[in-house]
């Protein structure tokens, strides 16, 4: 014996997921940034240093 049931309306969750997606999407990119960031800190902050390095050998010379 089977049943069925008349189907009826579900509910919309299309806003909640979309406002979901946004704000993951906005973290990811925020993390994504920041890793970047600090990649692009540490290559220019190694390279100034180096600048200074050669600046003083080429002063003391």
């Given at each position: 014996m089977s049943y069925r049931r008349p189907i009826e309306a579900v509910e919309d969750y299309t806003n909640a997921f979309l406002a979901t997606l946004w704000?993951?999407?906005f973290m990811s990119f925020?993390?994504?940034a920041a890793a970047l960031g600090y990649?692009?800190?540490?290559?220019?902050a190694y390279g100034?240093?180096?600048v200074f390095k050669w600046i003083g050998r080429v002063r003391s010379s």
């Open positions: 704000v993951i999407l925020w993390v994504i990649i692009w800190l540490a290559i220019v100034i240093n180096e």
